[in-house]
């Protein structure tokens, strides 16, 4: 499994885009590059997956740069319900288990 | 269609004491996992299950034993409580394994040993 670095707290304002960027520099060929969010007192929920380039839902987009040493979350238009913790994770089908990190603790603030 | 349940929410527990949580899946997944999560910490992998009669340990697998006796109930096991099992317990499924298989969480057990 890809060790993945991100930062641990953000805050920002309603209306506003939030970007949360990741760094997993040793990340595999193979390996995709998901991110889930926690709503407090609930478990994890998956929002978006990608391997390279852009992937964009209804929830979030996810930009992957060239090298795919870092992948960038963002959430365009946060409102309140925004504020959740966001983990970056990275891995393949090779790996039998996930390991979350602490995530991001995002803060919308009115 | 109800995803991953599970029983109980709430459990208050004294040292010592033995309980079981008790996870269901009707989605069909061949791999089921526990997690613990402590306050302001992120998720840590008790055990997991790759299939039915199947188990394996995480990052935190002492003081917890698992059974899959069917493949789609997860059992998590503590046969004597401590004060540091106090946590919200997490049980999760998936169909494939690992990082690009989504997760399905359940709601979360909240665990208090006094």
């Known amino acids: 499994l890809a060790k993945t670095t991100q930062p641990i707290s953000m805050d920002s304002y309603e209306g506003q885009e939030v970007n949360i960027t990741c760094s997993h520099n040793n990340i595999a060929t193979n390996d995709y590059i998901t991110w889930y969010q926690q709503f407090p007192s609930q478990g994890p929920r998956f929002i978006i997956q990608g391997y390279k380039t852009k992937v964009t839902n209804e929830v979030a987009s996810l930009f992957i740069p060239a090298d795919r040493k870092s992948s960038t979350l963002s959430l365009p238009r946060v409102s309140l319900s925004d504020t959740a913790v966001y983990y970056c994770?990275?891995?393949?089908?090779?790996?039998?288990?996930?390991?979350f990190g602490k995530g991001t603790r995002l803060h919308i603030l009115p | 269609n109800a995803g991953v349940t599970q029983t109980p929410k709430f459990r208050v527990l004294k040292t010592g004491q033995s309980m079981t949580l008790l996870c269901a899946q009707d989605m069909n997944h061949e791999y089921m996992y526990w997690y613990r999560q402590d306050p302001g910490m992120g998720l840590r992998l008790i055990h997991y299950?790759?299939?039915?009669?199947?188990?394996a340990k995480g990052e935190v697998p002492d003081g917890y034993n698992v059974s899959r006796l069917k493949k789609q109930n997860f059992l998590l096991g503590l046969e004597s409580a401590a004060p540091s099992q106090t946590s919200v317990y997490f049980c999760?499924?998936?169909f494939g394994t690992g990082p690009s298989y989504e997760q399905y969480f359940g709601p979360g057990t909240r665990l208090t040993v006094t």
């Open positions: 994770l990275v891995g393949d089908t090779r790996d039998d288990k996930i390991i």
């Open positions: 299950s790759v299939g039915e009669g199947t188990t």
């Open positions: 999760a499924s998936s």
